[in-house]
Antibody
């Protein structure tokens, strides 16, 4: 069974960088699907942040393009999110998920990690 | 970006009843390849979102046939029949036709 698990600090100071890890089990991230980050803000709004493909290419939401980086470590079957220069508006629950191109949707999700940006 | 508008924002239902949730997109969701990439997700309390429906009307693995999706172009509907307690939570539509992918604002399903 495919499982994804996010990890990282729950509190980040304004202007600093947010760094999260998604660990994938039950599927090798180089095997043919892409891997995405999504966040849900307080109040239910959800935002697709970007993905890293099975081959290592990336695609980001233009609203974040100057601040976001998604990378991976294939030896550990993990992929990562870095978001720079965070503000309080980046406070959200962050999810990693698998991108399924049979439907251009997100078919397996992690449990999410809540990140608060505050001094 | 494609704006996804869901109505209603919240919905009260009796167990065993039926509900419909509407999702409208600001642009047609028909992809160049002819497919329509509209999905529905449910986030139950304390859990992560789960995929229910993809490509308008296809149920994801393990999803009950009480959930059905329909629609075309810019206008889509999720119907839930014989509502059970485990169906409660926030429902989202999402589009994968055009980057950046976008989601509706959510519809909270509660018990009457």
């Amino acid at each position: 069974e495919i499982q994804l698990q996010e990890s990282g600090p729950g509190l980040v100071k304004p202007s600093q960088s947010l760094s999260l890890t998604c660990s994938v089990t039950g599927y090798t991230i180089t095997s043919g699907y892409d891997w995405s980050w999504i966040r849900k803000f307080p109040g239910n709004k959800m935002e697709w942040m970007g993905y890293i493909s099975y081959s290592g290419s990336t695609n980001y939401n233009p609203s974040l393009k100057s601040r976001i980086s998604i990378t991976r470590d294939t030896s550990k079957n993990q992929f990562f999110l870095q978001l720079n220069s965070v503000t309080t508006e980046d406070t959200a629950t962050y999810y990693c998920a698998r991108v399924a191109y049979y439907g251009y949707n997100l078919d397996y999700w992690g449990q999410g990690v809540m990140v608060t940006v505050s001094s | 970006d494609v704006v996804m508008t869901q109505t209603p924002v919240s919905l009260s239902v009796s167990l065993g009843g039926q509900v419909s949730i509407s999702c409208r997109s600001s642009q047609s969701l028909v992809h160049n390849n002819g497919n329509t990439y509209l999905s529905w997700y449910l986030q139950k309390p304390g859990q992560s979102p789960q995929l229910l429906i993809y490509k308008v009307s296809n149920r994801f693995s393990g999803i009950s046939d009480r959930f059905s999706g329909s629609g075309s172009g810019t206008d889509f509907t999720l119907k839930i029949s014989r509502v059970e307690p485990d169906d409660l939570g926030v429902y989202y539509c999402g589009q994968g036709t055009q980057y950046p992918w976008t989601f509706g604002g959510g519809t909270k399903l509660e018990l009457k």
